[in-house]
């Protein structure tokens, strides 16, 4: 990849099928696209189960679709891994969870790469009942390590999102993970810290350790609005990507129903590829 892209997250569609949401995303205009993983059963767009089950059948009908519809994969949204049927994160105290959790990231990794992402974004933890954060993150860090390594094995990247909540909810601590996990990158978020009132100065700094971008509104106290509403800085994202170099897709995340999320996603789409222009 030699320039930034512009995708959209399949799944944003208000519970769309994948099939369906791929023809959409197709209908759009859009050819990169990200595929959730993140739910188990028959409503999830990829059952997570499914795909640690039978990866290769699994990874085959995602590819299949996607390229029936001249679309390409680019990442996973994976989020918490489910272990016998509950979602177990990274910082969780029980050892043999996580222990299950690599197990099964395994087969997420092998669905994945057959599938034909070029990456899988997991959590990077959050804080856990009866640990202190320092805890929680001794139990994050080397997990994440072993899923860096499962996921290079297969030719994969892995992504963390800074999310609200988690370990690295705070640009400082964004930065201190991606140092200690050599291998891990962002998928970030800028609606996650302008939606606490993080100034946007403050996050510009984690694009040296960002893969991957999603791209929806925010301001103070809304972390999901209208682009029209929005007071996060796009120009000056683009603006800095451009001058690192910055070689990736950013792919709109405007979650709602169909209507209301194709418009909104094509108005961000818009506003990127005229900054982009």
Not at 73 to 97: I, Q, T, Y
Not at 185 to 205: E, K, M, N, W
Not at 210 to 221: C, N, V, Y
């Amino acid at each position: 990849m030699s320039q930034i892209e512009i995708g959209c997250c399949s799944f944003v569609f208000g519970g769309l099928s994948l099939e369906a949401s791929l023809g959409h995303c197709r209908n759009l205009g859009f050819r990169r696209v990200d595929v959730s993983a993140a739910d188990i059963g028959p409503g999830a767009q990829v059952d997570q189960q499914a795909a640690v089950a039978r990866p290769e059948a699994t990874g085959r009908r995602v590819r299949d679709l996607a390229a029936a519809n001249g679309l390409e994969m680019e990442e996973l949204f994976l989020c918490p891994v489910f272990v016998e049927g509950r979602r177990v994160e990274v910082s969780a105290p029980d050892g043999e969870a996580r222990r299950k959790l690599l197990e099964n990231f395994v087969g997420i990794c092998r669905f994945a790469s057959e599938a034909g992402f070029r990456s899988v974004m997991a959590v990077p933890g959050t804080p856990q009942p009866g640990l202190d954060d320092g805890q929680a993150w001794g139990h994050a860090v080397p997990t994440l390590r072993q899923m860096v390594r499962m996921a290079g094995e297969h030719g994969l990247d892995l992504n963390v999102e800074p999310h609200t909540g988690s370990l690295i909810e705070q640009p400082a601590a964004a930065r201190r993970l991606a140092e200690a996990v050599p291998g891990l990158a962002f998928t970030l978020d800028y609606a996650h810290f302008v939606s606490r009132g993080i100034p946007q100065s403050d996050v510009v700094p984690l694009h040296a350790f960002t893969r991957h971008l999603h791209a929806r509104q925010a301001k103070p106290g809304d972390g999901h609005c209208p682009v029209e509403e929005g007071e996060i800085d796009f120009a000056g994202i683009v603006a800095d990507l451009r001058q690192r170099g910055w070689c990736g897709a950013i792919t709109m995340e405007y979650f709602g129903k169909p209507e209301e999320a194709t418009a909104q996603n094509l108005r961000m789409a818009e506003e990127l590829r005229r900054l982009l222009t």
